[in-house]
């Protein structure tokens, strides 16, 4: 029941009396006439309140002072602040601290800090007293360090306490260590590094230690070089090197070398130039992370070179008529210059001379002058007569067969003095040329008989010569390997001799040709035994003939192909070996499980006789297939709209055992929204090894309701009194599983509104937008509204002071800024004039309100810093002393003006400084340090440096060239204590180019290792240098030279000094690249060294014997050529590369010539060359091997064959030997052989040729493919008949046949699609595979394939539709009852549905006419490719219905008797339901007894318009009866007049009389809108509502 209760009290009301009291409600329905109000009244007990404590804990850590005014809990009950007053108890780790009676502030230390509060109501009579217990954690101090980033520094500067590493801790007054890392004295290397401080404070119970980081950088340092000025000078030509630069550097005391950006080899070569050379130095530091690189331009000066002329010997003897020219001369003497310098040699006297002894001065023009100077030197030359002597070099062995030639007979005549050929004269042999001597030791005799007999004697020579008997070599190639059951043959047993013309016998042991030998390596000698055994030796090869297993013949058919999961077996694993037995082992055993796709299995066959037969290995590929898991889904309940999907409605699972892991894929997925209404929903199973297993998929319905919104309010802090009421506070949020939902918002607040202290419930109805998704709903929430706290502003003009400044009034200065205006008083913790001590202290202000009912006590703190008083020091500047003087008062003498303390020095008294500017630092200790601070102080000190004294002797007389050592450089300190070293000018060793004969002068500098203290010192004596003799160098031992050698001066003309410093003039009496004529010749030589201040000239002689020269043969060993190739120039292309550099001819003759064919085999190939007399005759062999013709083999391809098809030799075995476009005789050995029948598969025939001609022609092979392919079976198959969608394909379909029903049993059929298939509709391909099994018979055919098409026709659903034998016209069609058709057969498919009636589309709210109608319902299916429309027709009566009549007559009117019905309206005023148009007629039915009424009764006829839609109808009513026509005349008083009515319809309104006898209706009219049977105006153009005026102004009047 609906209505409304009052209740007493009313809601809200505060129970103020404490005790039991009355409740009473009263319920007023809102159908007050249907039901009465109700009442009903219970007690309630009401009891004393118990304040709640509110406290807001303060955050405090243990130094801190506490005091009770810090602590202001309040008391609430239902948001409402109780008045009283508190009594408190502080109890710090058990300590009683502080009570009531003690409001004093006390420090607190770690721990725990428990407060007892009593709380006494001011009300006792409403409120309870209360105790509570507050515990607070005191923490520890959390300290932190205050510490400045230090400035820059240099590598080897150390850390300084005062400097870097003074971190401070900024709270006052806390003791501890501080810790760095790195610690004090520490030198850093040069780079950014970071500093840490950790700090560890004495008392750690209380405060927690503090650590710091910063980062220093220190920067590299730069090292200092000097270069010398003075000795940095070179003469031309000197190799200038990083080593030489180096020695002009003075020393650095840091370690690194220097680079040079001058490329000194480029400067080198050629020589820099006289002059003055600029070099950029770069001194590059060891320790490059710490030292930079200094950069330094230096200059080198290079001063002009004076060449030595060098003489081997200065006494020269030679023949008579013997060359006298200036080159003949320097080939005697060997003069030149030191170093070799481009210049020209001249002398000052003629050249031709007699016999006699002549003195001549050589003399050196340089071309470079700018560079080099002139030089010269003294030689004489003694003219002697001729002598001569024949010289036969030694012979080298020949052999057997070898005529004597001009390589054995080649003596030659000499001049003993000159060494030159005498060519005037003729040389008698015996033997003589072209003589072939037997094995043995022979003497050659030679006579030399000059023509000039007068003035060359004659010569006599002998030579022996061996010849040795003619060796012989077995010439084997390596024999080819033979398989397994082949016989020895020719090709393997094939030495020969090197020599073809040498006649002999070739023997082999042990085997000989056609032995059969075991598999392995078996050794074969061969012995040739030649027919001459005297001048012939005999020889013997052996060769190794390798004999290697027979590989099995073995085949593997193609494997069953499997579905994944199937383990493999012996319908996969099926390989065999025809030729042999043994055992198959397979890389995936049998029971394995493979994964799908295609794997390349292995089989290796082990034959069990494996000394014989090798193991072979094939492989075969073995198809797998996908397996496709099974889903199950159930049903799920309902859901409300807006629950995302979860696992109660997405929980396919996979039924598949063992489980397959995968993933499921909803669509749609986890999380999403589903509509209202019925839902489809899919899955798809993706498993997580999709090349196992296929993707498969599932789908369900769901029924998704509307959903009623959860109205969820925003938290709703607490506010402070005068905070009004925002969006925030009004801003409810209605979700639907987790989702936001779009509506109107209807609050009990309004935004702005201020609300009183306590809680206030604010309200909110939410309507939502989308009413087919949602329902409304409504909620509460409950908004606290506390006191304000107040807003305090402290702010100290100076919040540091000194110590001894009291508190005045300026720092005691606190206010109220909010709530402006707002009245309270001030409380302080300190008074004006307190004085602090040194150190950081906390004052605070507490503001307590007037109004507490509203406003909150408030409490604020500031920080006062008093800092210590710092001391004054005074400190008059120094001045300066001696290094080694300490530290006295003179120096160390300040004082403190206004604080008394102890004064401390760095560095302290007594401190002896080193030499330089120093900071002497003084520090005052206070003697008070808590009220104190230290003070400082500074002044500057200059610490002069000393000089020390040398003592250093004169040396002795030193001769030039000999270096320096300790005995000259040795001077020292008249004060042993000063540590230094000495650096001299020249230095220990120093190049004699830097003391020149005469009297030189030696200088020294004192480098002290204490430069700070002491300065450099320097001194100089003098020594005299004396000319010296060098050592001169030159091989004097005979030097033996072919024909030809150009003299060098690397080999000959190399004599030099044992000083490589000393540079002179060599002057020889032979030029470089002269070449000497055959014969002893002697080299003489003059060394005049440059410096003839320093050294004297030298002489030397040496012999050089001249030899024939030998030439060079340079004849590659021709590559192998094949039997049947004659010799070309390819093979004989011996030349001699000297003799063609000097155009000298020579004649090649070869052995054998050119053209010749030689048999196969290894032959000797010889050339003797002959160059004229100046040269020795020279004979080359060189081997060449003429290999086999290996026939070529002519074998066309041959095509492929079918299972069953033989091998013929017509066909298939036709191959043809040829070599050089000839046919070579032979056999031919086919495998396998002709009538052969293979296996289906690829085969591989070979064709070996064994020519008749083994000597010349190797045996041949050649090999070709040969593809047998399986037979095919034939297909029986004839296209099926048609099918309808949704059937599966059966044997109906299925029944391929092979032809041969024989080979049925030896196939498996395989059909796409496979049985029980679902077919779209269309055409369709059906398509049988027959496999072969894995039998034997059936491995020697292949898979056949047919298809054949059948025609799937589209589904006819089927449709379930009744309708009820009749309606009335007033019903409109509706989905549910008329129009409910559904698709029966088959189920779920869906589509729509048309509805048309009698041919003209109808749908829900169509309202047919009256009489018999038919409906149809036409079926169009989404899927329209699976499925076809369809219909259905039904029958429908529509029956008329009975109009709805209203008639009421007025209850005080009265008929009268007599008087037309229609002329009493009042009466008569029967209504028709709207829309109906037609016509009542009245009739009186009968009259009661008395006469006092009567039964009238009303009959409604419908129009033409109407009489289609509804039956007539009537009603009867009962009237009381007011007289006769008389009375009803009387009661009026005019005649009254009929109205005419105005009924309307949809689209037509008609006027209708009363009179219809003798007035006809009006013709319809046309409106433009819907207007019920009123006198109410229709909306009608201007002219129609004109018409119709004047046509009801008529009808009025009438009767």
């Not at 027919?531 to 013949?553: G, Y």
């Not at 994944?564 to 055993?589: I, M």
Request: net charge negative; aromatic share 8%.
């Amino acid at each position: 029941v609906e209505g409304v209760f009052e209740y007493s009290p009313s809601l809200g009301t505060t129970m103020e009396t404490i005790g039991p009291v009355a409740l009473s409600v009263t319920f007023f329905p809102n159908e007050y006439d249907v039901y009465d109000s109700v009442s009903a009244s219970v007690t309630l007990l009401v009891q004393k309140a118990t304040p709640q404590m509110y406290f807001d804990e303060p955050e405090i850590v243990a130094g801190s002072m506490v005091s009770i005014s810090m602590f202001q809990p309040a008391f609430n009950f239902l948001d409402f602040e109780v008045p009283g007053h508190c009594r408190f108890v502080f109890v710090n780790n058990g300590i009683v601290k502080g009570t009531d009676g003690n409001n004093q502030e006390f420090c607190v230390d770690a721990g725990m800090l428990e407060i007892d509060i009593y709380f006494h109501p001011d009300d006792a009579t409403h409120f309870n007293e209360t105790k509570s217990r507050v515990s607070l954690t005191v923490h520890r101090c959390q300290l932190s360090l205050a510490w400045e980033p230090p400035n820059n520094i240099l590598y080897g500067t150390s850390l300084d306490a005062r400097l870097h590493l003074n971190a401070i801790c900024t709270r006052p007054g806390i003791t501890g260590l501080f810790k760095y890392d790195p610690s004090v004295g520490a030198v850093l290397t040069a780079g950014n590094h970071s500093l840490s401080v950790e700090f560890c404070p004495d008392d750690d119970s209380n405060f927690i230690g503090a650590v710091s980081c910063t980062r220093i950088t220190v920067d590299k340092a730069t090292p200092a070089v000097e270069w010398d000025e003075i000795s940095s000078v070179v003469t031309f030509s000197t190799q200038i090197t990083g080593a030489l630069l180096d020695s002009f550097w003075h020393p650095s005391s840091i370690a690194g070398w220097f680079t040079y950006s001058t490329d000194l080899e480029a400067l080198n070569q050629p020589p820099a130039h006289v002059g003055e050379h600029s070099i950029d130095a770069w001194f590059t530091p060891v320790d490059q992370n710490n030292f930079n690189i200094v950069e330094r331009s230096v200059n080198l000066k290079i001063i002009p070179l004076t060449p030595i002329v060098r003489l081997v010997e200065d006494k020269f003897e030679v023949e008579y008529q013997s060359p006298t020219s200036m080159a003949a001369l320097k080939e005697a003497v060997g003069f030149h210059v030191s170093p070799e310098v481009e210049g020209s040699w001249s002398v000052d006297s003629p050249l031709e001379l007699d016999v006699g002894s002549h003195g001549v001065r050589l003399l050196f023009h340089p071309v470079d002058t700018h560079n080099y100077c002139p030089a010269d030197a003294e030689l004489q030359i003694v003219v002697t007569k001729t002598r001569c002597e024949i010289v036969w070099p030694s012979l080298d062995n020949i052999t057997y067969s070898t005529a004597l030639s001009a390589a054995q007979l080649c003596a030659y005549c000499i001049g003993v003095s000159s060494g030159v050929a005498l060519d005037d004269g003729c040389f008698d042999y015996y033997p003589s040329f072209g003589s072939m001597l037997s094995a043995g030791t022979h003497t050659l005799q030679a006579t030399f008989n000059p023509k000039d007999k007068m003035r060359v004697n004659c010569a006599q020579a002998a030579a022996t010569i061996t010849v040795l008997p003619l060796p012989t070599q077995l010439l084997w190639q390596a024999p080819p390997p033979l398989v397994y059951g082949t016989a020895l043959s020719d090709s393997q047993l094939c030495a020969v001799p090197s020599d073809a013309t040498v006649a002999g016998v070739v023997f082999y042991d042990p085997f000989t040709v056609g032995a059969l030998l075991p598999v392995g390596s078996h050794t074969i000698t061969a012995q040739f035994r030649p027919a001459d055994t005297h001048n012939v030796l005999p020889c013997s090869a052996t060769a190794v003939v390798q004999v290697i297993q027979r590989t099995p013949a073995v085949e593997w058919p193609e494997p069953a192909p499997l579905t994944y999961g199937a383990p493999l077996s012996v319908n996969q694993l099926c390989a065999r070996c025809f030729d042999t037995k043994g055992s198959f082992q397979y890389s995936c055993a049998a029971g394995s499980v493979l994964d799908a796709g295609e794997h390349l299995v292995g089989a290796t066959f082990s034959p069990d006789d494996l000394l014989n037969y090798s193991t072979v290995t094939l492989h075969a590929k073995i198809t797998v297939h996908k397996y496709t898991p099974s889903l199950t889904w159930p049903a799920s309940e309902a859901i409300q709209f807006g629950c995302v999907l979860s696992s109660q409605e997405l929980c396919a699972r996979c039924t598949d055992l063992p489980a397959i892991a995968g993933s499921l894929n909803y669509s749609p997925p986890f999380g999403h929204i589903p509509p209202v209404g019925v839902v489809t929903l899919t899955v798809q199973f993706v498993p997580e090894n999709p090349n196992n297993y296929n993707t498969v998929s599932a789908s369900t319905e769901l029924v998704v309701t509307r959903a009623t919104p959860f109205i969820e309010w925003n938290s709703s802090e607490p506010i402070q009194y005068g905070q009004a009421v925002t969006a925030d506070h009004l801003q409810a949020i209605a979700t639907s599983c987790g989702q936001a939902v779009s509506g109107t918002w209807t609050y009990s607040h309004s935004v702005g509104q201020v609300l009183e202290v306590g809680e206030h419930s604010l309200e909110a109805e939410f309507t939502p937008l989308d009413l087919d998704k949602f329902t409304p709903a409504t909620s509460s929430s409950v908004l606290a509204v506390r006191r304000r706290i107040p807003t305090l502003q402290w702010r100290i003009r100076h919040s540091t002071i000194v110590y001894k400044t009291k508190v005045a009034a300026e720092h005691l200065n606190a206010c109220c800024v909010a709530p402006k205006g707002l009245a309270g008083r001030f409380s302080y913790s300190v008074q004006e004039g307190h004085l602090f001590p040194p150190g950081l202290h906390s004052l605070t202000a507490k503001f307590t309100p007037a109004d507490l009912q509203r406003y909150e006590a408030a409490t604020i703190k500031v920080d006062l810093n008093v800092l210590k008083i710092r001391p004054d020091l005074r400190w008059v500047p120094p001045k300066s002393i001696d290094y080694g003087r300490p530290l006295s008062e003179k120096q160390l003498n300040a004082e403190s003006v206004n604080v008394a303390g102890t004064i401390v020095y760095e560095p302290p008294l007594g401190t002896v400084l080193p030499g330089g500017v120093h900071v002497l630092r003084a520090t005052l200790l206070p003697e008070d340090p808590s009220s104190f601070s230290q003070g400082e102080a500074s002044v500057t000190l200059t610490v002069s440096r000393l000089t020390p004294a040398i003592v250093w002797q004169a040396p002795d007389s030193l001769p030039f060239g000999q270096p320096l050592t300790e005995l000259q450089l040795n001077a020292h300190t008249t004060n042993p204590a000063i540590r230094g070293r000495f650096e001299y000018s020249p230095d220990v060793g120093m190049h004699r180019s830097l003391l020149t004969v005469g009297m030189q002068t030696l200088a020294c500098e004192f480098i002290p290792d204490e430069p700070e203290n002491f300065c450099r010192a320097s001194a100089t004596v003098q020594i005299e240098i004396t000319k010296t003799k060098p050592e001169l160098l030159w091989d004097k031992k005979l030097r033996v030279i072919r024909y030809g050698t150009p003299l060098n001066t690397t080999e000959h003309l190399n004599a030099r000094y044992a000083d490589p410093t000393i540079t002179a003039e060599f002057c020889y009496d032979k030029a470089v690249g002269e070449v000497l004529d055959t014969g002893l010749r002697r080299i003489s030589l003059i060394a005049r060294p440059h410096d003839k201040k320093s050294y004297f000239p030298d002489h030397k002689v040496v012999d050089v014997l001249v030899e024939r020269a030998v030439p060079a043969v340079d004849w590659p060993a021709p590559a192998n050529i094949v039997f049947g190739m004659p010799l070309t120039g390819q093979q004989l292309n011996a030349r001699c590369p000297e003799l063609d550099r000097r155009g000298r001819p020579c004649e090649f003759i070869y052995s054998p010539p050119a053209g010749t064919r030689l048999r196969a085999g290894l032959h000797s190939l010889a050339v003797r060359v002959d160059a004229g007399s100046n040269f020795e005759p020279v004979e080359r062999q060189v081997p060449l091997n003429v290999e086999r013709a290996v026939p070529t083999l002519l074998w066309s391809c041959i095509s492929s064959l079918s299972f069953g098809v033989p091998l013929s030799e017509a066909e298939h075995l036709c191959a043809l030997a040829l070599s050089e476009g000839e046919v070579v005789p032979g056999h031919y050995f086919y495998e396998p052989p002709a009538g052969s029948v293979l296996s289906p598969g690829s085969h591989q025939v070979r064709v070996t040729f064994t020519p008749l001609n083994s000597a010349d022609f190797t045996s041949a092979e050649k090999s070709v493919d040969l593809l047998v392919t399986p037979s095919a079976p034939a297909i029986v198959w004839s296209d099926p008949a048609a099918m309808e969608f949704g059937q599966r394909l059966s044997e109906t379909q299925l029944n391929a046949q092979l032809l041969d029903p024989t080979l049925q049993s030896l196939f498996a059929a395989e059909y796409s699609p496979p049985l029980g298939s679902l077919l779209s509709p269309g055409s369709e391909a059906l398509t049988v595979v027959f496999r072969p099994l894995p039998l034997d018979a059936a491995c020697n055919y292949t898979a056949a394939s047919k298809t054949v098409v059948v025609k799937v026709l589209r589904i006819r659903p089927q449709i379930a539709w009744s309708l009820p034998s009749s309606i009335r016209s007033d019903t409109a069609l509706s989905a549910r009852e008329h129009l409910s058709a559904r698709c029966s057969h088959p189920p779920g498919v869906a589509g729509r549905f048309d509805f048309s009636c009698d041919g003209v589309p109808c749908g829900p709210g169509t309202v047919l006419l009256p009489g018999e109608h038919t409906l149809r319902a036409d079926f169009i299916p989404d899927d329209a490719l699976h499925y076809s429309p369809s219909d259905m027709s039904l029958p429908l009566l529509v029956a008329k219905r009975d109009p709805q009549l209203v008639w009421d007559p007025l209850p005080d009117q009265l008929l009268f008797l007599g008087v037309p019905l229609n002329r009493q309206p009042a009466i008569c005023n029967a209504q028709c339901e709207a829309g109906v148009t037609g016509r009542f007629f009245y009739q009186i039915r009968e009259t009661s007894a008395a006469g006092d009424s009567c039964v009238v009764q009303a009959r409604f006829t419908p129009c033409e318009h109407s009489a289609r839609y509804f039956n007539e109808a009537t009603l009867t009513r009962t009237v009381r009866v007011g007289g006769s026509y008389a009375d009803w005349v009387a009661l009026s008083s005019c005649e009254q007049t009929a109205e005419p009515f105005l009924y309307s319809d949809d689209r037509v309104f008609t006027l209708y009389p009363y009179n219809d006898k003798n007035y006809a209706k009006e013709p319809p009219y046309r409106t433009r809108r819907v207007k019920s049977a009123t006198g109410e105006r229709s909306s009608l153009s201007p002219n129609q509502h004109q018409q119709l005026s004047t046509r009801l102004q008529s009808a009025r009047k009438l009767p």
